[in-house]
Structure formats: structure tokens, C-alpha cells
């Protein structure tokens, strides 16, 4: 009865039986069924949504009631899923109750039942063996960070306790880039020897081999008319991609049992507290991270001697969208001056929807630094170019506006944990040696019509004029090893980029906002190489790039898929994967010879520090 019920409601027709639904469950005098307890939990929200407390508290006790399942547990990471639905179900009718009647006693009963919700979501996340098992649950967990917020930051603003702030920072940052936090941290612990190297080897190669398979399954998948040689060749791929998952399974097993103690830290990492980014921060600088919930947005703020939080309205996607079409200059319907007047209108809301309320609560003039750490859409915004007034006088100007960037200077993370992990309290400037790469698409070129359409932007195959010009300047500052036209192949990057300090790349650069796999630089095509001159996302994450700093000077670079849980899934993140400590990246298109001339300075001012 509870599968024809689970079935009805996930197709959304639980209202039509609700009350026979909850007839027949009131006659079960114990839940000792697992699939029952997930429906009835489904059963809970929906009530819940319809303001029906009454009913959702009396099975939300009936389900808690000394319930045997929960002592002995047949199936343990499946029973801590079950517990943790419950408590959230639980935390979620207390807040409820509190937003009806103003009784502090209810947010204490929400506070205490999401203790117990995240204490059994450790459990269950703990029993995870295949990092996209992580991922894929991270609906969830970003819909528990939700509530978490809400009930902590509502019961600081009863009681000003600040361990309820730093507590939900720390629990905000187990949904921000899963994947990416874990393999960083896993690769720091492997080069502490833990493992020896054929296993780093067995696993790294398990791991690219789940890239390459996910990427050419996707491709198959999306054919609009395959034949049968397709469907075989699919089926053919999924099966290995099967074999390859229990393969890294009995792997992670074997870790367990013959490793503890790597495995103890691969699954087990120390979060970064609010105190520790204190204590790494400088007098100026500040750190703004935000989290989008379904109602509400949320940013902590932290500087050197402060730690607040503020809860914002939602952020306005068409907003979001249109500032993003404008930035990256598209003309919009009508004159240019309206354009102008446009994008005038969109980046002063952002700035005082994002900045004008964090900015506020502290003396933001002793900031000349701030480090953001965005969220879901917030990652398609250049903070920089926000503007903090709009201009008295509507002349078309776009040089005299006053952008955020004029004030503050702006960096950004995926996280506050992997921001911060490695951050000294003072960085000392230092010779570098670069490796510069500046291809030649002579051979790509298309017709001259197609070619002047195009223009002169880094995101087609199209010759470059000026980024020869680009790598030769960086050499007037640095020690600089210049791979240019046809020496600038994927070859010659495999086989130097190991040497140098900073990687530069000056060279077309295509991605794919739907398919993060498929983004990829291109370099110049070799004649004697079967390579394909393109080094794609997924290629990066298998490689290990001990560079410092990886500049993209391409096209998007830094725009991407955005995927939940982990965030824009670009070039850029992919090189962070990869092990660049810092990447410089664009999140527009780049126009060749404007982008030479911004290189030429960036590194003149890196090399006086």
C-alpha cells in the first residue's frame, strides 16, 4: 500500500486521496517498514505545504514513537537516511509552529531536532563509496543547509549567540563543492605518503576512466535518432561504466580495511571555522559567502574581529540573466544609449540586492579586500563591475561608472574551506618561471565571410593577431618558456607544464554550458600527432598541476555549467581540480588584442608585488 502511495505522490496526486491515505495510516500502530517511513516522511512536507500541523505531528510521533527499526536496524546507512528525513520533517513542522505563534520554545524543539537530522546525514554520508553517490544526494543536503540557516540564524536573533552563527557556517560548508573539497583534500593526505604509489595510480586512473565514460555515455544518450550499433555500443558503455564503479568500490573497501588511516581522513577532513579565517585574514580584507535557499538568501560575512549574518531576499534570476547578457555585451532591444542605461539599472539593483546590507553592517571603509564565495547563480555574476551609484548625468560612458572594482579589490572561491585551507597570514612575492603558450590556427581557418563575422574573439577558429605579442611581453618581466604557432601543441603542454610556476594560456578557449566535459582549450594541430589538439575538462581532472597560478587568457573561461552541489563546472575549476593554487580566468569573451594589453599589465604589477 505504501509503494501505490509513494507512486501516486511523486506523481502528484497524493491530494486527490489525502484523507484515505491518512485514514490508513493511523490504523499502523508501528513503522517498522523503511520504505514506509521515507513515504510517510514524503506524506509529512506534503501536509506541512498544505498548513495541515495537526495531522503531520501526529505521524511524525507515531514514526518516533520507541520505534524498534531504530534500535535494531537491519540495514544501518539506509535506517541513518530514514532518521535524518524524519528530523528534518520534524525540524521543519517546529518552524512552522514558531512562524504561527512567536514561541520561542518552538525554534529551541526545531534546533534540537535539527541537531539529530545533520548528527544520523553525517552517518549516511559517511557510508558513501563512490564520489558522485555524494553529488547526486546533495538535493538534500542543500534543502537541510536551508532550514539549518533559518533556524540558526532566527534563534541568534532571539538569544545573540554566536555559537549558533559558527556553528551553521561550518554546516553550510558540507554542500559547497563537494567533489571538488574531497579530492583536494584526498590528494593533500596522498602526498603525505599515507598510500603507496600503486594504489594513487589504481585509484586516479579509476577516477579519469569514470570521466571518460560519463562523457561518451552522455553523448550517446543524447543522439535524437540512433541507430542499432549506437544502442549496442551504449549498452556496451554502461556495462563498463558498472564494472569501473564496483572496481572503485572494492578499492574504497580495501582502503578501509588496509589503510584506516587514510580512510579516516578521506572521510573525515577538519572543517575551517569561522575563527580560523579570522585568524588568516588580514586588518582589510573580508569575506562574503553566500547561500541561495529556496526562500531566502543568505551571506556570512567575516573580517579579522567581526562575524555576522544576514538573511536577503531572493535573488532575482531575470535579473541575474540579463546583467550577465549585458556584461558580456549583448545589445539589448533598442538604442545603444539604452543599453547603456540598462546595464546602468541592472548593476546598481545587484549591488544593493548582493552588497549595500553586508557592506553596511561594518565599516566597510577600512576594507580594501573582499573575497566572495558565491552560490548556484550568484556564480554567473562579476562582482566587480556591479555598480555602487548610478551615474547623475546619462552619458554613454561606460569609463566613468562606479564599479565595485574602483573600491575593493575582489577574489573568489568555490568555498571557505578550500579558500582558506592553505592561506598564509603573509604571501611574500618570488621569482617565477612561466611556461606562455600561444597557438596558431592558420590551418582552421574557415571562408573569409565566416572569418569576418566572427571577428576577433579568443572563442573560435579563427587566427589570433596579438597573443604572440601577448606571451613576448610576460617575457619582459619573467623567466618565460614561449611555446608559440607550431610548437604550441597538446603534446608540448603534457610534456612541460610540470616545470614552471604559472601557466599561461593565450589561445581559443570553447565552452559548453550544458555539458561541463566538453569545454576545452585548443591548441595548435600537430600533422604527427593523433592527439586532437583539445584539452578538454575531463582531461584535466585526471592530470596533477603543481603550478601556483594557471592564467586563462580566453574566451569564458571561467563560465561553465552550473551544477548543484558543485557549482560553475568550468576551465577554471577544473584546473583547481587539477591542483592550481589560484587561477586567473574571464567571464566573458575576450577580444584578442584588448586581452594582450590587460596580460601585459597584470604581470607587470605581479612582478613589483
Known sequence: QAAVY?????????????????????EIDQYTNNYVIIFLNNYCIYLLSKNQLTKAKSILDRILKGNSIYKEGSDGNSLNSSLSNTFYTKATYSLKMYHFSN???HLTNALEDLEMCLSYFDEYVSGFKLPEDRIQFNSYASSLADLNLSVKIGMFK???????LKSSFIDMQKVKSIELTDHLNQEKYLAGNLLPDSIKLVSNSLKYQSKVLGSIIDRYESLASPSSTDSIRLVSYRQEELHNKSKFIELMRNLEKDYPQYYQLNYNFPKVTSGDIQQRLNPDELLLE??????????FGITQDTLFAKVLKPIDLKLVQRFRRLNQGERQMGTELESFQGYCKAANKLYQDLLDEPL??????????????PDKELNYISFESLLQTTPERERLDYSKLDYLVNTY???????????FQERTQ???????????????????LTDSVQLLALGSFRDSFTDLK???????????????????????????????????????????AMVDEEDSDKSRLIFTAAEDDSRDNLLHNFELYSMNIKSPMVVLSACNTGQGELQRGEGLMSLARAFTYAGAEAVVATQWRAEDYAASLIMKDFYAYLAQG
Open 426 to 444: 603573509q604571501e611574500q612575492p618570488r621569482e617565477a618561471r612561466i611556461l606562455a603558450m600561444a597557438p596558431s590556427y592558420t590551418d582552421m
Open 466 to 508: 596579438y597573443n604572440t605579442q601577448e606571451v613576448g611581453a610576460i617575457s619582459e618581466y619573467f623567466e618565460t618558456k614561449i611555446l608559440q604557432g607550431a610548437e604550441a601543441t597538446e603534446h608540448s603542454f603534457e610534456q612541460n607544464f610540470g616545470d614552471y610556476d604559472i601557466l599561461h594560456f593565450a589561445m581559443h
Open 360 to 373: 553596511t553592517a561594518l565599516d566597510s571603509g577600512e576594507i580594501k579586500k573582499i573575497f566572495i564565495i
Open 409 to 419: 579589490e575582489i577574489s573568489y572561491g568555490y568555498s571557505s574551506s578550500l579558500l
Open 6 to 26: 509513494q507512486a501516486n505522490y511523486l506523481e502528484g496526486e497524493i491530494e486527490r486521496f489525502s484523507d484515505a491515505v491518512y485514514a490508513d495510516i493511523m
Open 290 to 299: 553566500y547561500f541561495v535557499g529556496k526562500d531566502s538568501l543568505y551571506v
Open 158 to 164: 532571539n538569544r545573540y549567540d554566536f555559537d549558533l
Open 103 to 105: 514561541e520561542l520554545q
